[in-house]
């Protein structure tokens, strides 16, 4: 009877482990979302600001994160820029090269591929910026795939000529996780002030990302 009661407790024991082991690792809590399912992109083409052309397949095989605004931006656009280059400097001090930092212009009228290869390199040479041929809708799956929000607002007043073709431009302030597979796995949120100010913290960042990426290589 007695070793029958010490099988049963070992067996007991032993299911217990099995089940504590082959339970799922609960996802990372992360400064904004992380998708359950990644979200497949599909397919579009750019121009990168080496003037190559830059589609799906270019996402594969590496982490991006996606950066998103325009170079004539006074304050949110460099700031953001910044800060994931710092982000970017420490992650290749811990030994992670794995994430490819992309800045997808949302004014491709002033922000030609020599702008752009003029200002995405000054903040970081490994970035990339992306820009499209006008006259063709080959961005607006890239754009849709991730949510990227942004507007055109045409300048009106009395000293304004119509034909000058003057405008504004409007956008959201976010970051875009994409997976080796070319697929959305989370969205990052700026940190905001008490007076509005949208910002990202280098700190946060990486911390996210790496939580993530070891979220993943967990097999979870």
Request: proline letters at 8%; hydrophobic letters at 40%.
């Amino acid at each position: 009877m007695l070793a029958g009661f010490l099988l049963a407790n070992v067996t007991i024991v032993a299911v217990a482990a099995v089940v504590l082991l082959s339970r799922p690792v609960a996802p990372p809590q992360i400064s904004g979302v992380l998708l359950p399912q990644a979200r497949a992109l599909p397919d579009f083409q750019l121009i990168d600001h080496h003037n190559q052309a830059f589609t799906r397949d270019d996402l594969k095989g590496r982490w991006h994160l996606v950066s998103y605004g325009f170079t004539t931006c006074p304050d949110i656009c460099p700031t953001t820029l910044t800060q994931l280059a710092s982000a970017n400097r420490a992650l290749k001090e811990l030994g992670d090269r794995n994430l490819q930092v992309l800045f997808y212009t949302v004014d491709p009228a002033r922000d030609t591929v020599a702008q752009l290869s003029s200002y995405v390199p000054y903040f970081d040479p490994d970035f990339i910026g992306l820009t499209h041929q006008q006259g063709n809708d080959l961005n607006l799956p890239f754009e849709q795939g991730l949510g990227i929000v942004a507007k055109l607002i045409p300048l009106e007043g009395p000293d304004i000529d119509p034909a000058d073709n003057e405008y504004q431009v409007v956008h959201g302030v976010k970051l875009f996780l994409i997976n080796p597979n070319g697929e959305l796995q989370a969205i990052f949120d700026p940190e905001i002030s008490f007076s509005g100010t949208h910002s990202f913290s280098p700190d946060t960042i990486t911390h996210d990302y790496l939580a993530i990426r070891r979220y993943y290589a967990a097999g979870t």
